[in-house]
């Protein structure tokens, strides 16, 4: 489902003469359906980097990054928006809202971007902030003034929104007490069972062992100096 072949990640520093920085060189990572892949490697190794490659955040140098049918490296911004909507989820440490949307239609939007009715995407919604201990009260407010691990919940209950073929996740579990942790990994779990893809950063070892059926060290993509 997720295939990365060969690729390589340079950045251009403008802001410092244009001096070249070779990150990676020659990575490789396959998740098959229902497989979760943890990226593990020393700070600064490249996982956060990967994977904003994976997500068509961050451009390749070269290689194919291949999401279902669609090489992210090549793809026409259009071919990510909707690979974005409809196959690929992305679970980022930090939520990014637009202010004074109420919580529940945050965690709806990515139903409703996909066409489904409103009445399900609202229900979804408020099952999955019910699930992570997201008080009621506060689903008519938006959750920019929330606490960061509501935060971190209401982005998670977004994220596992729509049944994604694939999903990304970078540190879903930090800063959760062990009740919310336990509800995570078990949406990551039921996400696994219906045969989504997973690449995940976890510094949490005991989460990482809990879900992950594999575990990449990206350290081993680094560029040899020669
Ligand atoms: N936007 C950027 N511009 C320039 N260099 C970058 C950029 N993003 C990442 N890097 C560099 O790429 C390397 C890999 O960084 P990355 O954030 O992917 O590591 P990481 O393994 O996720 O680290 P951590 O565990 O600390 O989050 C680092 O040397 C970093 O300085």
Redesign the pocket.
């Given at each position: 489902m997720i295939q990365v072949e060969n690729v390589s990640k340079r950045?251009t520093?403008h802001n410092q003469g244009g001096a070249e920085?070779e990150?990676m060189r020659g990575a490789h990572l396959g998740v098959a359906p229902g497989e979760c892949v943890a990226l593990v490697?020393?700070?600064?190794?490249?996982?956060?980097?990967?994977m904003r490659m994976i997500y068509g955040n961050?451009l390749a140098a070269s290689g194919t990054i291949r999401v279902g049918e669609l090489d992210v490296v090549t793809a026409r911004p259009r071919e990510i928006i909707a690979l974005r909507r409809e196959v690929l989820g992305y679970v980022s440490q930090f939520l990014r809202v637009v202010p004074r949307v109420p919580t529940r239609d945050v965690v709806a939007e990515p139903l409703l971007a996909l066409g489904r009715p409103a009445e399900e995407a609202r229900a979804r919604a408020e099952a999955l902030l019910a699930r992570l201990n997201i008080p009621q009260a506060l689903w008519e407010l938006s959750p920019l003034t929330f606490s960061g691990g509501e935060q971190q919940r209401v982005n998670i209950a977004r994220g596992f929104a729509h049944d994604y073929p694939a999903l990304l996740l970078d540190e879903p579990t930090a800063s959760l007490d062990a009740t919310n942790r336990g509800t995570v990994l078990s949406l990551i779990e039921e996400a696994k069972a219906r045969g989504a893809a997973i690449v995940g950063?976890f510094h949490d070892t005991e989460a990482r062992a809990r879900v992950c059926d594999r575990e990449v060290d990206?350290s081993g993509f680094a560029p040899r100096v020669s």
């Open positions: 950045f520093l920085l990150v490697g020393a700070s600064g190794a490249g996982k956060s980097t990967l961050y950063i990206v």
